[in-house]
């Protein structure tokens, strides 16, 4: 078992919605077991396309599948849920990231691990650090403390509900 990190956002619609169900859903994939949520956050896009706000968040997961399976298995929720793809950066349903999977680096075709924006992205920081603070990313050689205090993304990100709230809500569906 490994544990792996993902991030989820959300700006069309019910934002909150999309978040909780696609954490339902993920639960269900065999091989993979659920740990930690983040608060829900609030934060600005990023890219050149205008847009309405994302919200974001962060669990951690332990798997016994590859990286691989997982990320098929991610992107199987994310096309049931209405998730289309089109423009880069662009508004989307649901989008659903592995950040980086513990002691695994890949560079494939279809997945990079860590994630390669990682680094660069507050929107995921933010609640990344909120679970995960003193984890050290394999491949950066930093932990994410480390990582938000150097990232040069200065994007405004909010705590929208905490994890105790989302995890209440997480009951409720």
């Not at 019910?14 to 740990?35: Q, W, Y």
Request: aromatic share 6%; proline share 3%; charged share 25%.
């Amino acid at each position: 078992m490994r544990r792996a990190f993902i991030g989820l956002g959300s700006n069309i619609g019910d934002r909150c919605a999309h978040i909780l169900l696609s954490i339902t859903e993920m639960k269900k994939i065999p091989g993979v077991n659920f740990g930690r949520v983040s608060g829900l956050y609030n934060t600005e896009s990023v890219g050149h396309v205008r847009q309405e706000n994302f919200l974001n968040a962060v669990i951690e997961i332990t798997i016994s599948i590859s990286p691989e399976k997982l990320l098929d298995e991610l992107q199987k929720i994310e096309k049931r849920m209405g998730r289309t793809r089109g423009i880069k950066w662009g508004p989307r349903i649901i989008d659903l990231d592995i950040l980086f999977v513990e002691s695994v680096e890949m560079n494939g075709k279809n997945l990079v691990l860590p994630h390669k924006e990682l680094a660069f992205r507050r929107f995921v920081l933010e609640p990344l650090y909120e679970i995960a603070s003193d984890v050290v990313v394999n491949g950066a050689g930093q932990t994410v403390r480390q990582l938000l205090k150097k990232t040069p993304d200065k994007s405004n990100v909010e705590l929208y509900m905490t994890s105790d709230a989302v995890l209440n809500k997480l009951n409720e569906v």
